[in-house]
Each structure stands twice: as structure tokens, then as C-alpha cells.
């Protein structure tokens, strides 16, 4: 007789071995996407099989997430004093972090931008130069990036692998609709903060790619999303995504 | 005190027992590891307020509580991974049941390795939408939930479960009776 417990512990090892096998979650814009209907049958298979190995992340989808916030006198609403005693405990947690940190990071995220800025427009140089003279090039080093969904059943994140103090990154629109023109971010994912951005671009049209050049420092080891939105007239879709991992030692 | 920190105190008050909750719900978790998420999306949502120029904050905050949520996720799943894990072969694997008053003998040990190998081989061989609605279903999820979570409706839900109940049956004989089957 199959007990109930059977049936439970199997299913846990069925989604144990799958997780073994599929890799991370979806991350939760690959789960935007899919919950908005955006992704192709394919890639919602795909996504749809990574979920269901993680409950929890299934679960974010079935519990509705609170929209409602509780008002006074409300036993949810939470009062001044409590309110008070968390604010404190919050305050010294910011203050356990480098005093400095906020505009440490601000300074670092303009710095950035602007050189990403230069980057971009050396890329585009750089690409006309190494097109018509393919000689051998120390300084820099490319990187294609392949499309999240086009990277057959490995569905981690794409490594960064180049090495140098900058990279070109090669960010191909496969199979894409044509849009009047580009919207590029690059997020963080760990903490969900556009990192940088540009408007108004064009792929290179010879191989109908985005040349990114980014600064090696620009890059802390962790996961990296390039997303690439399409822009006609007021509408605007978001076309196709690339994650990227940087890994530790990679810097 | 500044506007953004009203502001944030003013969140804080109105949704922070009901982000414990949500997390509680998500995680199957204690109240104190979904407060200890909760306050991480907080101080996260407070650390970037002064960058967000928006006036969807609570938009801007479920990004960064979903985010909190996955990575949570993805560290268990690390750990996991890390997980000394059992072989579905292995005795041991009955090693899963709650502890019983009395040790089972190795014969009885074996039959019930025998009999979840069974069980694994028969869902694993469903057809994948069958599988997947039976992972989620065995893991109660209600078929509402199946059905919202595949964005599929309720009677594909029902459907799908039906036949692979029936496959199992079929394949698992007198044995393969299902948790709660009448449903």
C-alpha cells in the first residue's frame, strides 16, 4: 500500500532532481514576463518546468501579493510606539553598513554611467576599426551574449569570461521585431536597481547587435540582467533580456 | 525626518504585518524568519527610495519584495544543492518518514524503497502539463492554484490530473491509491 507520506516524499525527490537539473528559479523578471503572457510558447514551457520544481516561487504567484495596505485602528495597522521601536532597530542596521556607502555607491553609479557612455560610442569605433583592420588586439576582449530562453536547456545566467580591464559585450537582437529605435538597462539583480541605461539606439546593422563596451570595475561579482526594450511612437516592449553572471575571481 | 522618511514610516505602518503574512504564506515559514524578510525588503525599499522618482511606490517596493523572496529561494535551493542527497535506490530513502515507534526491519525497509521507486518511475513517465499539474497538486496546491500558477483554466487543471491519476492507477495497480483521491 502506498501511503500518503510515499506520495509526498517522491514528489519532493522528483522536484530535488529537477532542480539538480534545471538549475536556479526564474528569476522574478522572467516571472513578469510569464505572468503577464509576454514569453513564447516555448520559453513559457521552459519557464513553467523550472517552476514547478520551487513551491515557493510557485507560491508567489498563487498568494496575492498585499495591495491594500491596513489604516487605523485596523489590528494590521501598525502603532506609533512598535513603529517607533522598528525605526530605531532599522536606523542602527543602515549605520552597521560603511558610513560613507550611499554616495560611495552614487559617486561609483554616475562614474560609471559616463564611462559606459564613452564606452558605447568607443565600441562602435572600435567596431568600424577591428572591421576593416582584423588584426590582433590586446586591450580589449568581446563577449557574445546570448539571449535569455535561446540557451537550450542550460538556463543559468551566461558567465562573463572575457578578461581584460574592458569588455565589449555583443548583445544580438535574434529574430527580434523591428522597433524605431532602442532602450537598453543593465539591472542588478541581487538588488533590482537599473544600473545604467541609454535611449534611442540602434543595433550595428551589419549583425543587427547592440556593442556594449563596459569597464571591467563597472561589473561587481553577481548576476547582471541587459535588458533590451523596443520603442515605436508611445509603445514600448520590453524585446529580449541576457543575464549575466559575474563570478568572483572574474574582475 | 525627512519627506522620504515619512513617507517610508507611513508604508511601514500600513503593510508590515501584512508582508509578514504574505511571507509566512510563501515560504511556509516561522512568523520571525518571514519578519526578518520582511524588514530586509523594508531597509532595501528604504535604501533605494531616494533614487526611485515615481509615484508607484508600492510597485516599486513588491519589485524589491519579489526580489527578496527570490533570492531567498535561490539560496535555499544553493543549500540544497549542497544537501547530502539520497539515491532513490537507497533504502535510506524511506529514511524521509516521520520517526516510527518501532524500527522497521531491513525487508520492510526494502519494500518500501521499492514501492517509491515505483511511484517515481510512474509520474516521472506522465506526460510533462500531467506531471506538472501532479508535482503542484501532491504538493497541496488547490487546483485554482495549479491552474493560475500554468495559466491554464480549472477544467484543463482537472482534466490533466484526471488522466494521470488514471495512468497511475493503471500502472500502479491495487497500490496506486492517491492522497485524498475522491477530490
Redesign the interface.
Known sequence: ??T?????????????SD??RLG??P??EE?LA??R?ELSADE??RL??R?????????????P???????PGD????P?EE?GK??A??QS??RRKPAEG?RVVQFWRYSAVAAALIAVVLGAMLWVVTSRAPEPRLVWEEQVLMPDGRRGPESQPQTLTAQGESIVLIAPLIGAQKFDHYRLEITN?????VIWSTTGVQPHEENNSFLIIVPRRFFRPGTYEIVVYGVSGDREERVTTYSLLVPRSNR | MNDDDDRFKTLYQKYYWRMVRYYVRVFRCTQEDAEELTQEAFLRFYEAMDEYRGDAEWAFFETIARNVAYNRIRSMNTQKRNAKTIGIDDPDFTGREPAAAEEPDYAEREQSALRRKQVYDAIDELPRGQRECMLLWLDDFRYDEIASALRISMDAVKSRLRDAKKFLRARLGDDGTLPEDET
Open positions: 500500500m502506498i500518503k507520506s510515499d506520495w509526498r516524499a517522491v514528489s519532493q525527490h522528483l522536484m530535488a532542480r539538480r536556479d528559479p528569476t522574478p516571472l510569464y505572468t503572457g513559457e514551457a513553467q518546468e517552476l514547478v520544481c520551487y513551491p515557493e516561487l510557485v507560491r508567489t504567484i498563487t498568494e501579493f498585499p495591495t491594500e495596505g491596513a489604516e489590528p494590521d495597522f501598525m506609533d513603529l522598528h525605526w532597530s532599522m542596521r543602515l550611499a539583480q541581487a538588488t533590482a536597481r
